[in-house]
């Protein structure tokens, strides 16, 4: 069983979302159905398949839920520390073309977000970033071409 990093805010994410679909959302579709089928003929009526379709993706979800808590390697990033990043990392870099300054934190896949700055374990800047220390030049090969950055700051928690 492949273990799956994540920081202790996204395991607590995660957690609460299995919470609210096993506890909410599961009892309203099981709810919604039930006022589907009394209004008959279930071939015809699109409330009833909307609804088991409802239920169909909320299980899908709570399955999947419960397979990444079950598999978690929660990270307190609060106890990491180093000259190289890695894991859990904070970064502060600029862009050499535009000078344009970005700081990402390095997180696991399924807490990633790039608009609050949460990149990916596995994203190609993230990839290029790991080992890497304050001062170093980064090469990143992007879908929109190669990008270069410099690392100007590393911090942790």
Do not use: C
Not at 52 to 77: F, M
Not at 118 to 147: F, H, M, Q, Y
């Amino acid at each position: 069983m492949e273990k799956v990093p994540m920081t202790s805010n996204g395991f607590d994410t995660l957690r609460e979302e299995l919470r609210r679909r096993q506890q909410e959302e599961r009892p309203r579709i099981i709810q919604a159905i039930s006022e589907a089928r009394a209004h008959g003929d279930l071939s015809e009526n699109a409330e009833y398949h909307a609804a088991k379709e409802s239920q169909s993706l909320n299980e899908g979800r709570i399955a999947e839920l419960e397979d990444l808590t079950a598999r978690a390697e929660v990270i307190d990033v609060s106890k990491l520390s180093g000259s190289k990043i890695k894991f859990g990392a904070t970064v502060k870099l600029v862009d050499e073309d535009t000078e344009e300054e970005r700081v990402y934190q390095i997180v696991g896949e399924q807490e990633a977000d790039v608009k609050s700055g949460r990149i990916s374990v596995s994203s190609p800047i993230a990839r290029a970033l790991i080992g890497k220390s304050e001062g170093d030049v980064v090469e990143v090969t992007t879908p929109g071409g190669s990008r270069s950055y410099e690392v100007l700051e590393l911090r942790w928690g």
